[in-house]
């Protein structure tokens, strides 16, 4: 069965450091996968997609950037955090090239307070 | 206004009531998704529509494309239903997915 693995769970970082959150997919091959920020009180945000090694799409401007290293590895970074980043982030998969049709699979979720 | 508008924000009920959320979106659409956040924040997707009604034991949920209208239903509604129900579209036109703030839902017993 296919599993998403987030990590870390809840990171706490001042301003201007450096980020890494990591997601795996295990169980499929050539998963698309998505990063989703879920701000305060607010609704989910799709950040970026990659429908393959080295392939990533960008929904919104900001000063995050995302890469996909392997087939089921999706790394979300930034090299200096503002305040505004701190949120919820979200990990997702979907099993198809066409994603609009499939349901996306959610991964835990790692909880980031940018201070 | 938003493309996905959910209703109600916030709803309480008592245990065993018979609960109904409602999602409406203004753009065109390849599927419509609802899903669960527990508080803790992980996601469950529930349900996957693009036509019609899907039933999953106490969770019952249609999609009026014509009208462009979604709702959800619980039935003999229970404390562990507390969370918050998002609605959520696949758009036509590119690869893209736009959510619904979420309703956030309270089941006493």
């Known amino acids: 069965s296919q599993t998403i693995h987030q990590w870390p769970a809840t990171l706490v970082q001042p301003v201007g450091s450096p980020l890494s959150l990591e997601c795996t997919v295990e169980?499929?091959?050539?998963?698309?996968l998505y990063w989703y920020r879920q701000a305060a009180g607010r609704g989910l945000q799709l950040l970026f997609y990659s429908v393959g090694i080295g392939q990533i799409s960008s929904e919104v401007p900001q000063n995050l950037s995302a890469s996909r290293p392997q087939d089921r590895q999706f790394i979300l970074s930034s090299k200096k955090l503002l305040l505004s980043d701190s949120g919820f982030y979200l990990c997702?998969?979907?099993?198809?090239?066409?994603?609009?049709?499939?349901?996306?699979?959610f991964g835990p979720g790692t909880r980031l307070t940018v201070l | 206004k938003n493309e996905v508008e959910q209703s109600p924000q916030n709803l309480t009920a008592q245990e065993g009531e018979f609960i109904t959320i409602n999602c409406s979106y203004s753009?065109?659409?390849?599927?419509l998704h609802w899903l669960q956040q527990h508080p803790g924040g992980g996601i469950v997707s529930l349900f996957m529509l693009s036509s019609g009604k899907k039933k999953h034991g106490r969770l019952i949920a249609t999609i009026n494309i014509q009208e462009k209208h979604s709702s959800l239903h619980i039935t003999a509604s229970h404390p562990r239903d507390s969370a918050v129900y998002i609605c959520?579209?696949?758009?036509?036109?590119?690869?893209?997915?736009?959510f619904g703030a979420g309703t956030r839902l309270t089941v006493k017993p």
């Open positions: 997702a998969w979907s099993p198809s090239v066409s994603w609009k049709v499939n349901e996306q699979f």
């Open positions: 753009v065109g659409i390849s599927a």
């Open positions: 959520a579209v696949g758009i036509e036109s590119y690869n893209d997915m736009r």
């Open positions: 169980g499929t091959s050539n998963p698309n």
